[in-house]
């Protein structure tokens, strides 16, 4: 009977011990979202905005119960707004991390060597939140992605016919370009300039720069030189400051034409609010939803960043679109990428119930993935479906700085747009 009792209470203790091993798995289980943003170099405002709000719709869909009793964790690498650093650490996180999905970059010229050399080879998903070229498109539409690749930005290819219009309806007749010279800044020149000629203005001057240059004074004189009235200046927030300074002091009109992203408080503060009170721009646009509202409400609390920061709102529905992806790729099974890949697009089923962003949401998304209900993500920026080659369509904002505030001064519909196109291409 002793020996009897001696063993059941071994078993008894093995069994407990288990449970407990069991229990610390489950506590322990993760699932890793590979994320790749400028944290530093001259994008580096972009991607702190970027990777916080990533994090914050993670964490909302970990306090709406996770994946499975699993939670969502991001390994962060800091590409430094370059290219080459990018793949590097792209490849540890694909390679060695092994995670089945990665968001990033936020500029174009840090997602498409990923993309070509390590995400689209390894047929992995890449969503970024604003990496705006044409050539993404271009990539797409050539099958050099193994359709992997998502983005929550419009293309430039709108934007440059967008900022055409929005320059000529400010009376900007005559304007010098200098621009940034890399995909993005070239991309953005080229669909500006033949929507702007065909609207009647006239380019005076295009003048590229390399980036990260101490000083501008040769790239400003020379724009200079084509007596403009004003300046489309295609940059970045720490490299345009010194380009704008530049012009300034060289006499130059304080007139100018921005890019989606210089809406940027550094931009403004580093320059003189004083020299940008004609300063105009684009973006990307919004339309509004209850998830735009939460984020606007919540997002500063949570990163101690102004939720209007670049990047920011896009940044988050990246997050949350691959969160919940994640959750309708692991209902059948593990979280592998190509489930991952296909949920991107059943997230957002024109058929399913809406959801929006935050917690309570994000509980009653998770509980209709369980069920084998569709579900229709409507995001910060709006609702958005993705086309054939990951691309969204969607409004632009219209915006301009005033007394050192960033101010919405109207929005072009994306019908509006292809009005525009339509005009110019008769």
Request: with cysteine.
């Amino acid at each position: 009977m002793t020996s009897i009792r001696m063993l059941t209470a071994a078993l008894m203790t093995g069994a407990v011990a288990l449970g407990a091993a069991g229990a610390a798995r489950a506590d322990d289980c993760t699932i890793t979202v590979g994320l790749v943003m400028e944290l530093t170099g001259p994008a580096g405002e972009y991607g702190q905005a970027g990777a916080k709000s990533v994090e914050m719709a993670l964490r909302d869909i970990n306090d709406a119960g996770g994946v499975g009793g699993c939670k969502l964790v991001t390994d962060t690498r800091d590409s430094q707004s370059q290219g080459t650093v990018a793949v590097d650490v792209a490849t540890q996180l694909v390679q060695v991390k092994k995670v089945p999905v990665i968001i990033g970059g936020i500029i174009s010229s840090v997602s498409i060597p990923i993309l070509t050399s390590v995400t689209g080879p390894a047929k992995i998903p890449q969503v970024s939140p604003a990496s705006s070229s044409p050539t993404l498109t271009k990539l797409g539409r050539e099958g050099k992605t193994n359709g992997v690749f998502f983005r929550t930005i419009t293309s430039d290819a709108l934007q440059g016919i967008a900022a055409a219009k929005f320059a000529i309806d400010q009376g900007i007749k005559k304007i010098a370009i200098i621009n940034v010279n890399n995909d993005f800044g070239v991309n953005m020149v080229n669909e500006f300039s033949s929507a702007y000629k065909a609207l009647g203005g006239e380019i005076t001057s295009v003048t590229p720069y390399n980036e990260k240059q101490s000083s501008y004074q040769a790239e400003v004189t020379a724009a200079l030189a084509s007596s403009p009235e004003a300046l489309y200046l295609v940059s970045t927030p720490v490299d345009g400051a010194t380009i704008a300074r530049t012009w300034i002091s060289q006499g130059g009109p304080q007139k100018f034409l921005l890019n989606d992203g210089m809406n940027s408080a550094d931009f403004i503060t580093n320059v003189g609010a004083e020299y940008l009170n004609d300063a105009f721009g684009t973006s990307s646009g919004t339309d509004e939803t209850a998830s735009t509202k939460y984020f606007y409400g919540s997002y500063k609390d949570f990163s101690g960043i102004d939720p209007a920061a670049p990047a920011a709102d896009r940044s988050y529905d990246a997050g949350a679109i691959v969160g919940l992806a994640i959750a309708e790729a692991a209902k059948d099974g593990k979280a592998e990428p190509a489930a991952i890949t296909a949920s991107i697009r059943k997230v957002l089923d024109p058929n399913g119930t809406v959801i929006h962003a935050g917690k309570d949401e994000f509980a009653k998304a998770l509980a209709l993935i369980k069920e084998g209900k569709p579900i229709k993500y409507e995001g910060v920026i709006g609702p958005v479906t993705f086309d054939e080659v990951g691309d969204i369509t969607g409004p632009f904002r219209l915006w301009r700085i005033q007394n050192g505030e960033v101010t919405t001064v109207g929005t072009m519909s994306t019908a509006d747009v292809d009005k525009v196109k339509a005009s110019i291409a008769k």
